[in-house]
């Protein structure tokens, strides 16, 4: 089941024989938390493999390809010469944000988040389990599959560093934490990333998380994020993806809530070569709300597949998901939404909603919504469709005297525009919205952010 | 009011099988065992030209590099395929010239069971081809339909009679590799019925099946092909009851169907086999493959069913719409009881231009079953403006059952329009306070009300059947429903 890599790092290798190499080194830089779950992760590994669309779960996507050819593996963390803020500046540029970066996985040595409020600790993943090995103990490895998911167990298995959040009991972050990803190579590369948030009984926080590629290479990056959201508590997180064509993206966001608790994840592909999400919410304690919002709007050769499961393990919880997709040229998409209720867990309210806009003959989309439900009172509906632009909604606009362009990009700003709305940063709102409508009206054909996107008579420079 | 109600469920819950009796009737039959020497005995005493025995043969080599298909959201014990009878016959042989002649006891088993295969069946309108087990036993109507140029008859005439028809049609829906249970079926098929409709023909009755398992420890694996020829109509209706059993039994079924231009086939089953007792024990394993073929432009195909029984459910009637403006239709009422599983829904696979599709699934789980709704909908390249609505709905009644919803929709056409919608609920403590408040005691109302939800499918079905269908679910639920 292992999957082959050709030529990593110039030989033939593959990646369970690259981990077996490198254990050694990767183990004495790591905490003995990281370390813990190595040899299980690897096990599991070497059963399942990177998934293939063989495994009912990856049916739409298939990453065994994508996993395998010529690449470096990010082993070690990136030293940087020039200064990250010299180079790469956010769009949203009205946001007053609480700003970290990350470089190909690896938490960037210079960061200055500046002053933060009280109790808050925002850093590197390698280096809180070093210091605070207790704190990650108890979450790290909870929430994400690593026995039954390859991309997971694969992650798990190389973890190093990513990002760490800690929202203590009681405080509120008043201003949005932004993690910027940024991934920037010479080589083709691959990495992995591992990522905790904690959120303590009664905080709050909103996290952006912003994917950027800033060179032109090819990239495979494999992140995983665990979160924890405690009673009373309340998280807004946003993941803004905007990679050039040749990266391969598998996101997994993995959470549990507590009672009383409240999270709203959204997922916004703005562009993306290959982008996985994993969306894994688990009600845990009673009148918790999860919401799952995403966006994806893809042209070319992209493909986005979002998967979310949201479990619903004890009465009483809320649960709603949207999922809205514009595909152009010879894009796929593919949307998995399964919703769980668990014996007894009685007055479970669970909505979801899939739909898809097809404007060219060659985009393709595969929806897949599911319930399982083992109790009896409970409200669940879900619905996918897959259509093109109300024909009804366009002979209305054109009466009014609308050009059929113009009536097109308001219709699918309309569509796109549901999702949008859920955004609670405005001025990330209002950016994501320009960047929408932008793109619909084709000035901003390619990706907003990255110096070239790969393809051929685009050459948008990073703004 | 929770409590009262739960009460009352339970009561309708738990009624037992009511068809459970088993006919005494002498049986011809194979050992146990499945080999290549058992087909060729199975073909060979069965008459059966050199081309089936091929076909059967190529099934069983097929069939023995699959594997158990597991991905259902199904609990199967394994199943020793060795451990099943592959053929039994009546022994008294079925060549009778008159109703009289038929063996009495079949006859009341017949009886027993409803139907009218007596000539006031013949008033009824209706022609029967009654299989016991695996031999046509009788088959009346034949020369009406005969006159007509229609061809109704069990499978097994129709390979002697009719081997070119056959031997076009046969494994063109469903090829001998297509699945497990189809390869199975075709290696080791030992009678059904086959129905050709000519250019033009409009049936004049509704051709009507009854199936049932008999004899102990035989798997029953029958093969039905329609066959509707331009600007033809048939509807078809099959009807399953089985005796009650310990042993759990097995029952692989292929039902083919193919429509050219401007036909019309309506296929209508109601199943309710023995779905076990109370604890789950004993019971039928029901894992068929239905699919029909728009074959030409503008045929139509439509399948309703009502599956109440089986211990075991793993069914997906499906429509493959090649030709240009054909469409396909497919409503289901399944209801689960005690320990019943059903994994069922349908796929649309969506060619031809201009296609469309309707979906309607209702769903009732009820004590500790499983009912999962498995669907496709394709829409490939080429099907330009192709339409699909699929409506699943799920009640929930109690709350050890579970009830599931898996539709996959794959869309690689812009010009389609594809709608589906799921919703699952329990039957609304405010509706059975509606229905107290004006008179109606909480047992009537949950029979009005799962009545009427399942009313949009079970008024596809012809009037008979409806009726049938009506006291099953009655059956199943004792009493709520009416």
Redesign the interface.
Known sequence: MDNVIKNIIGKDISLAELFDENRAAIESHSSSVLNSLRDEAFDAFQELGIPSNKV?NYKYTNLQPLFSGDFTFSLKPETLTENLEDIFSCDVDTLDSITIYLVNGWYYTRNNPGVLPKGLVIGSMAQMAKENPDLIEKYYGTRAPHLSDGAVAFNTMFAQDGFFVHVPKGVAVERPIQIVNILMSEDALMTTQRNLVVMEDNSEARIMVCDHTLTTGKFVMNSVTEGYVGKDARLDLYNLQNQHNATTQVAGFYFEQHENSHLATNNLTLHAGVARNNIELKLAGSHAEGHAYGLYLLDKNQHVDNFSYIDHAVPDCFSDELFKGVLDDHSTGAFTGKIMVR??A?KTNAYQSNN?L???????????????????????????????IDEDAMFYLRTRGINKEEATILLMYAFAYEVIEKIKVEPLREQIRTLVEKRFRGELDKCHSCVVCGQKGTDVTCL | MATEQDKILEEVTKGEYKYGFYTDIEMDMLPKGLSEEVIKEISKRKGEPEFMLEYRLEAYRNWLKMETPDWAHLNIPEIDFQDIIYYAAPKSKPKLDSMDDVDPELKATFDKLGIPLEEQKQLAGVAVDAVMDSVSVKTTFRETLAEKGIIFCSISDAIKEYPDLVKKHLGSVVPPNDNYFAALNSAVFSDGSFVYIPKGVRSPVELSTYFRINAMNTGQFERTLIVAEDDSYVSYLEGCTAPQRDENQLHAAIVEIVAMERAEVKYSTVQNWYPGDKDGKGGIYNFVTKRGLCKGDYSKISWTQVETGSAITWKYPSCVLMGDHSSGEFYSVALTNNHQQADTGTKMIHLGKNTKSLVVSKGISAGKSQNSYRGLVKVSKRAENARNFSQCDSLLMGDKCGAHTFPYLEINNNSAKVEHEATTSKIGEDQIFYCNQRGIDTESAVGLIVNGYVKEVINQLPMEFAVEAQKLLEISLEGSVG
């Open positions: 009912e014996p007894d009685q898809n097809l404007l060219t003959n060659d985009a393709k989309m595969n929806t897949k919504p599911q319930l399982e439900i083992y109790a009896d009172d409970v409200k669940c509906s879900h619905g996918a469709t897959v259509g093109q």
